[in-house]
């Protein structure tokens, strides 16, 4: 029997280059360990391999939690930039007459603006556009009451001629329910 002969180092190498070179992809260790057992590389080396390719430049390695730190100190280094920056605008306007005075003024000018607002609200049932509106479906609906009262002639019609005889039953029945011949189109 003859023992399987290890990898070396330089053929560990090539294969771990070969996983970086086949995906441009970002691996977490997990993955890189599962992908170096499919090329024969043992799970002990893999570290040492990666740790290698890091001091080499080829690799990148960063611990995610020292990451994580660095940027939430950069954002907490902008955050104290901001709030100086606004405490040093706050001191820089100071309460002048002038600024007290335009203050005053702008809140008059969105008083008269909500008054106004206020007003053309109690106008919208004048508003030319509704009207107009108002006046398109009052055509459309005078149109089909037309339509309506030309099929029911139609019908009225239909039926003397195919009940011959029975005209005075017929007109009763469309009195009854209030069709009767003085009906008259809309204009």
């Not at 570290?47 to 954002?75: H, M, P, Y």
């Not at 100071?94 to 603006?113: H, P, Q």
């Not at 508003?127 to 459309?140: G, S």
Request: charged share 45%; proline share 1%; net charge neutral.
């Amino acid at each position: 029997m003859s023992k399987r002969k290890g990898l070396s180092l330089d053929e560990k190498r090539e294969k771990m280059l070969s996983i970086f070179h086949e995906s441009s992809d970002v691996f977490v260790l997990k993955d890189i360990e599962k992908l170096s057992m499919k090329k024969g590389i043992i799970l002990q080396t893999v570290k040492d391999v990666l740790q290698e390719f890091s001091i080499g430049g080829l690799v990148k390695l960063e611990n995610q939690a020292k990451k994580l730190k660095t940027d939430l100190e950069a954002v907490r280094k902008r955050r104290e930039e901001v709030e100086e920056n606004l405490r040093e605008e706050r001191q820089k306007k100071e309460e002048s007459e002038d600024r007290t005075a335009r203050l005053a003024e702008l809140r008059k000018l969105k008083k008269d603006t909500a008054e106004a607002s206020e007003k053309l609200s109690q106008y919208k049932d004048n508003d030319p556009e509704l009207f107009e509106k108002i006046k398109q479906a009052n055509d459309l609906a005078k149109d089909a009451a037309n339509r309506w009262l030309d099929n029911l002639f139609s019908l009225k019609s239909w039926c003397k001629k195919r009940f011959v005889g029975k005209e005075a039953e017929l007109a009763t029945f469309f009195e009854e329910n209030g069709f009767d011949d003085s009906l008259e189109y809309l204009e």
